[in-house]
Structure formats: C-alpha cells, structure tokens
C-alpha cells in the first residue's frame, strides 16, 4: 500500500505565498516509480478541480486560473512533489490534494492514490 502525506497548508494573507508538499511512501517494493503527480483543490460545496500536474520528467500542467501563481515540482529520488504558491486571493481557499500514479511493476499499469488533504485558507 502507498500513503501520501500533505503538508505545508495553513492561513495566509491575500498576496501571501504558502508551498505544499507531499511525500509518497510505501512498503518496500511498493513504489517503483511514480509516473505523474498532480495538485487538486476541493472548496466548499464545490468539486475538486486540477491546480497542476507535473510528469516523471518535469512536463508540467496548470490550471488557467492558477497560471503564473503556482509552481509545482518534483524530486524523484525522494518521492515527493510540492506546490509553490503566490499571490495567493482568498479564493484560493480550500482543501489542497496530492495525487500520484504510482507504478510497482514495470508491466503493471500505474494505480493512482490520493493524499488527505491540507487545508488553505485565503483571509479576507
């Protein structure tokens, strides 16, 4: 089983930068590779939309409303990706999600796992 683990959410002022991190673990064996890693946010009474994604090799995706005020990244040695943040509006607020496709077998079609979430909130 691979877990993800989210960090780095918290307050923050309109105009005010805040990273996120996200490690992948697992048991031995468990993670051979992780093919992409993507940043999802859910706010309240909304559905989780895509806020970046970034492959294996550094092609990074982001959403228009996000371009140019996140950046997100990887360190493949150490299974983890971030999401560099700025200039952050107050509607910026809600649940930040990790995502990775995580391969165990070379032959195997990579399984997707969701992180628990970190909370972001934007004060006005």
């Known amino acids: 089983q691979v877990q993800l683990v989210e960090s780095g959410g918290g307050l923050v002022q309109p105009g005010g930068s805040l990273s996120l991190s996200c490690a992948a673990s697992?048991?031995?064996?468990?993670?051979?590779?992780?093919?992409?890693m993507r940043w999802y946010r859910q706010a309240p009474g909304k559905q989780r939309e895509l806020v970046a994604s970034i492959t294996r090799g550094g092609n990074t995706n982001y959403a228009d409303s996000m371009k140019g005020r996140v950046t997100i990244s990887r360190d493949n040695a150490k299974n983890m990706q971030y999401l560099q943040m700025n200039s952050l509006k107050p509607e910026d607020t809600a649940v930040y999600y990790c995502?990775?496709?995580?391969?165990?077998?070379?032959?195997?079609?990579?399984?997707?796992?969701w992180g628990q979430g970190t909370q972001v909130t934007g004060s006005s």
């Open positions: 697992g048991n031995p064996g468990s993670i051979r590779s992780i093919t992409v």
């Open positions: 995502y990775a496709e995580v391969q165990r077998l070379s032959w195997v079609s990579p399984t997707g796992y």
